[in-house]
Nanobody, 120 residues
Framework: QVQLVESGGGSVQPGSSLTLSCAAS????????VAWYRQTPGDQRKQVVA???????SYIKSVEGRFTISRDNAKNSIYLQMNDLKPEDNAMYSC??????????????WGPGTQVTVSS
């Protein structure tokens, strides 16, 4: 079982930047496609960006050009650099293994998440 811990969120003004971190422990993540997800109250958790084991990335349209995902396999971690933050980016951000989520076996696998609040 992988344990996930997200960090780096905060309350910022529109146009600001944040860098989120996700540390995985329990087993190596280097061969897995992993992703950042976000969720707002009353809504389902949605994938924001994913990165494969080879480094290929896939972003949702609304964050393309503003967010950048990266991974450090030696640290079993992934990161999300978020620039030009907008109020619509307000959410709880979490990370997970893409295959776990797509297989709907993600119950109990999520970390605590990290809250991003963007407001003026």
């Amino acid at each position: 079982q992988v344990q996930l811990v997200e960090s780096g969120g905060g309350s910022v003004q529109p146009g600001s930047s944040l860098t989120l971190s996700c540390a995985a422990s329990g087993r190596p993540w280097s061969r897995n496609a992993v992703a950042w997800y976000r969720q707002t109250p009353g809504d389902q958790r949605k994938q924001v960006v994913a990165i494969t084991s080879s480094g290929s990335t896939s972003y949702i349209k609304s964050v393309e050009g503003r967010f950048t995902i990266s991974r450090d396999n030696a640290k079993n971690s992934i990161y999300l650099q978020m620039n030009d933050l907008k109020p619509e980016d307000n959410a709880m951000y979490s990370c997970n293994d893409v295959s776990v989520v797509l297989s709907s076996i993600d119950a109990g696998t999520w970390g605590p998440g990290t809250q991003v609040t963007v407001s003026s």
